[in-house]
Nanobody, 115 residues
Framework: QVQLVESGGGLVQAGGSLKLSCVAS????????MGWYRQTPGKQRELVAA???????NYADSVKGRFTISRDNAKNTVFLQMNSLKPEDTAVYYC?????????WGQGTQVTVSS
C-alpha cells in the first residue's frame, strides 16, 4: 500500500504561481511513474503532467510552457510548479503513483484561480 499526501493548493490570482507537492510512502517511489491529474465538477479527471522513473516528462497541451513537473527520489516527492495560472486551471489536483499493476491516488488538493 502506498499513501500519497498532497499539499500546496490554494487561492491565487490569475497570472500567479503555486507549487504542489506530493509525498509518497514506501520504498519503490523511484521506480514509479508519477503524475498530476485534475478534475472539475461534471468532468472526467484529466492528466496534467507525468514524469517517469527515468525523468521523462509529458504535459497536457493546455499547460505546456506554464507547468513543470519534477521529482526528488531522495524525498519520495513529486512537484508541480504552476506559473501563469489561469481561471480555467481551477480544479482539484490529484497525485498519482503508477508502477506495474499498482495505481494509487492522493486525496486531492484544491487550486482556485480568480480572475
Amino acid at each position: 500500500q502506498v499513501q500519497l499526501v498532497e499539499s500546496g493548493g490554494g487561492l491565487v490570482q490569475a497570472g500567479g504561481s503555486l507549487k504542489l507537492s506530493c509525498v509518497a510512502s514506501g520504498n519503490i517511489f523511484r521506480l514509479a511513474t508519477m503524475g498530476w491529474y485534475r478534475q472539475t465538477p461534471g468532468k472526467q479527471r484529466e492528466l496534467v503532467a507525468a514524469i517517469t522513473s527515468g525523468g521523462s516528462t509529458n504535459y497536457a497541451d493546455s499547460v505546456k510552457g506554464r507547468f513543470t513537473i519534477s521529482r526528488d527520489n531522495a524525498k519520495n516527492t513529486v512537484f508541480l510548479q504552476m506559473n501563469s495560472l489561469k481561471p480555467e486551471d481551477t480544479a482539484v489536483y490529484y497525485c498519482n503513483f503508477r508502477y506495474l499493476y499498482v495505481n494509487y491516488w492522493g486525496q486531492g488538493t484544491q487550486v482556485t484561480v480568480s480572475s
